[in-house]
C-alpha cells in the first residue's frame, strides 16, 4: 500500500545555512528516501539576515524541488528590527499567507501533516491543512513563550500569558507532540499542554560530519559558529575574550555566523579594543566539516534564562566533527547533564568570563585532553543522535500513528 503523501509545514527551509532550516531539510529528504511523497510549505528564505535572499525576491522561487521535495514557498514579511511583536506579526503573516492558499486550493489538505514549531503559528496552519481524520504531529524545537520571557522579550505578565495559551491551544488539537528533551516535555506539561509527547532527540549526519585535520595557520583558534542572536548569550564571549587578550595573545577568538547582533558584537570588539577577536561570515552550504576543523575549541555560550526551552543543536555537529567545547550552563540543567553523559566537553557557569577563560587555556594547553574530548565526543553522537538512527526510528513511529487513524 502506498504511504501517504506528506505536508511538512516549516518557516524555515533551504537554502537557509542555520536554525531550524537544515534540520527541516534533513527530515524532509529522509521521508522522500523512504518512498514518502513530502511537499514542504515554508517561508522566503532569510535567516539570520533582516531581508530575503537576493535569487527570491520579486516573485522568484516560489515552486521548486530540492533533492526529491516539492517546496512551496509563501510571501513573507522580514521585520527590519527584531522583537517579540516584529516577530509575531511575521508569523502572523505567514500564518494568513498559508490559509488563503489553502482556501483557493494552491496548496491541498493531506492526510499527514507535520508542522515545525519555533512558530506555534505554523503549527496552527498545520492544524488547519490536515484533513478530516488525518494526522498531526508537531515538532516543537523552541517553546516560544519561554524563550521570550527568558530574553525579557515580553515579561511575565500578559503578553506571556497569551502566549502559553496559545501554545497550550494549538500543541493540545495535534495527534503527537514531539520535543528535543524531556525538560521540554515537562515544561509543556507544565503549561497545560495534555496532547501525546515524545521525545526525538537533534540529530547530526554523522557520514557528512566527519574528524578532519586543523586548517589554520599554526594559530590555535577558538571559534563560536552558528546565529549571532540574543539568545545565545555572545556577550560571554566578548567578555572572555577580553580575559584572555593579554593573558593568552597567542589565542585567537573568531564569531562566525549571522544575526541581529553582528553590529553589537562589532562594536563592542572595536570599543575594547580586542586584537584578538574577529566576525567571519557562514561558510557556503556543504563546507560544515571544513568549517568546523577551523575551530581547534570550540565555544557553546547560552543565555541560562533560556535553558530550559531550547536545545543548542550546534553541540552534536562539533561531537561528530571531534572538537573540543566549552559550554555555559547551570549545574542540574541540559547541557550540564549532557556533559556527565558525554563526558565530551567542559562546562562553566554562566556569565564568569574567568571560569570561561581558565577553561580555554586548558585545553588550549592540553592538546591530550582536546584530542580526547573530541573522541569521546564522536563515539557519543555515533550512539546517539546519529541522524540515520534517529530519523529511522522517527518514520517507525510515524507509521505506527498513522496505521492507527
Known sequence: MQPPEVLF??????????????????????????????????????????????????????????????????????????????????????????????????????????????????????????????????????IQSGLASGLGMVGNGWLARVMQSCERMVLNRADLVVVLSSEMADELRRIGVTAPVEVVP?????????????????????????????????????????????????????????????????????????????????????SLSEGLAVGDIHLVPQDPDTASFAVPSKVFNIMAAGRPFVATAHPGSLLWRLRHRSGAFICVPPNDAVAFADAVVQLADDPELRADLGERGRQFVERHVAKRKVLGDFVTRLDALCARS
Not at 585567537?252 to 566576525?279: F, H, K, P, W, Y
Request: hydrophobic fraction near 45%; glycine fraction near 10%; charge should be positive.
Open 202 to 286: 537533534i540529530w547530526v549526519d554523522t557520514d557528512q560530519v566527519r574528524p578532519m585535520p586543523a586548517c589554520h595557520d599554526g594559530k590555535l583558534t577558538v571559534l563560536y559558529s552558528g546565529n549571532l542572536g540574543k539568545k545565545q548569550g555572545l556577550g560571554q564571549v566578548i567578555d572572555m575574550a577580553e580575559a584572555l587578550q593579554s593573558r593568552r595573545p597567542d589565542i585567537d577568538v573568531v564569531l562566525r555566523g549571522n544575526g541581529n547582533q553582528a553590529e553589537a558584537l562589532r562594536q563592542q570588539i572595536a570599543e575594547r579594543g580586542l586584537a584578538n577577536t574577529s566576525l567571519a561570515e557562514l561558510l557556503p552550504d556543504g
Open 9 to 142: 509545514v516549516t518557516q524555515y527551509y533551504r537554502p537557509e545555512l542555520i536554525g531550524s532550516a537544515p534540520f527541516s531539510a534533513d527530515l524532509a529528504e529522509w521521508l522522500v528516501g523512504c518512498g514518502r511523497q513530502v511537499t514542504v510549505l515554508t517561508g522566503l528564505p532569510h535567516y539570520p539576515a533582516s531581508e530575503v535572499f537576493p535569487a527570491y525576491r520579486k516573485g522568484r522561487g516560489m515552486r521548486e524541488v530540492f533533492n526529491g521535495v516539492m517546496v512551496e514557498r509563501l510571501g513573507a514579511w522580514v521585520p527590519r528590527r527584531r522583537s517579540a511583536a516584529a516577530r509575531i506579526m511575521g508569523e502572523a503573516w505567514f500564518l494568513m499567507n498559508g490559509a488563503f492558499a489553502l482556501a483557493t486550493g494552491r496548496i491541498a489538505r493531506h492526510a499527514v501533516v507535520l508542522s515545525l514549531c519555533p512558530s506555534i503559528l505554523s503549527v496552527a496552519l498545520g492544524a488547519m491543512a490536515r484533513l478530516r481524520g488525518g494526522r498531526s504531529i508537531a515538532i516543537v524545537h523552541d
